[in-house]
């Protein structure tokens, strides 16, 4: 497997779709091929990392954030609750977004539903979507927290995600999403107010599953993907003041399709700070 060791994260105003309306020019694309060599079982094709700029949908999908927006604004902040539920792998008690239809957690596995408009978006003209449904847990310092993200199958934009959280203008999302028809892709934004979009890995349709990991390390949030659990690729270093209290954990997003179970499992998380930072352990 053959990648960047780091991907910047792209421009705020060029980099999600939502901002890149039919008949705008053509982005500049810096892409580098990723070997199915190692790979799991059943994995096929070719993987691509870099950005990968594209803009279907977006003006329904604006519509759609539009109201969804406007509906959070005057209907108050996402508020959350207390899961009964816990996993073995997190030593903290769980919390569930009332933004959520629904979430089953057991101990080592977590399914998550989103409804159509859910999202966690902040763009730089227009309103903010935080409608993506979260069940996260508050960690102490420094922290390794990564899972298995099963593959988006229907609609555009949906997905799975691991989230670090420290308010509707400052997060932190790593996410395996549909990024058209026929296409899969790791994703991540980070929002300090506006965020950004970077398009680090597509992903063949038979890929299963991609393993994400988020980590904190003192003044950095580290992003991590890896096809088999194993071998990490580093994404991005996202400052963040170790000060900042957070919320981290797992999200869900429709912005299109009338609904989505995002499905996590192989769940891990470490009290420590990363001591080899290409690989985040």
Avoid at 50 to 71: C, D, E, K, S, Y
Avoid at 125 to 132: L, N, S, W
Wanted: charged content about 20%; some cysteine; overall charge positive.
């Amino acid at each position: 497997m053959v990648m960047f060791p780091h991907t910047a994260a792209t421009p705020p105003l060029a980099s999600h779709p939502l901002q890149r309306f039919a008949g705008s020019p053509p982005c500049p694309v810096s892409r580098t091929e990723l070997r199915p060599g190692g790979l799991p079982s059943g994995a096929a094709g070719a993987y691509t990392a870099g950005l990968i700029l594209g803009g279907r949908h977006t003006q329904m999908r604006f519509v759609i954030l539009t109201a969804l927006a406007l509906a959070a604004t005057f209907g108050g902040a996402a508020a959350a609750e207390p899961l009964s539920g816990r996993l073995a792998a997190i030593p903290y008690p769980l919390t569930l977004s009332k933004a959520s239809s629904g979430a089953e957690v057991t101990r080592d596995a977590v399914l998550l539903t989103s409804l159509k408009g859910s999202d966690l978006y902040s763009p730089a003209k227009g309103p903010r979507a935080d409608t993506a449904p979260r069940v996260t847990f508050a960690p102490k310092g420094d922290f390794i927290f990564s899972a298995r993200v099963d593959r988006p199958h229907a609609a555009d934009y949906e997905g799975g995600a691991l989230v670090v959280y420290a308010g509707a203008e400052r997060w932190v999302k790593l996410l395996f999403e549909r990024i058209n028809g026929t296409t899969n892709a790791v994703t991540s934004a980070s929002a300090a107010p506006v965020s950004d979009g970077a398009y680090h890995v597509r992903v063949a349709p038979a890929m299963p599953a991609m393993w994400l990991k988020v980590a904190r390390s003192g003044g950095s949030i580290l992003l991590y993907t890896s096809a088999d659990g194993a071998d990490w690729q580093i994404l991005r270093d996202v400052p963040l003041d170790e000060a900042i209290p957070v919320s981290v954990g797992f999200a869900s997003q429709s912005p299109l399709g009338e609904r989505y179970e995002a499905a996590f499992n192989d769940i891990r998380f470490d009290a420590r700070k990363v001591q080899d930072y290409w690989q985040g352990r």
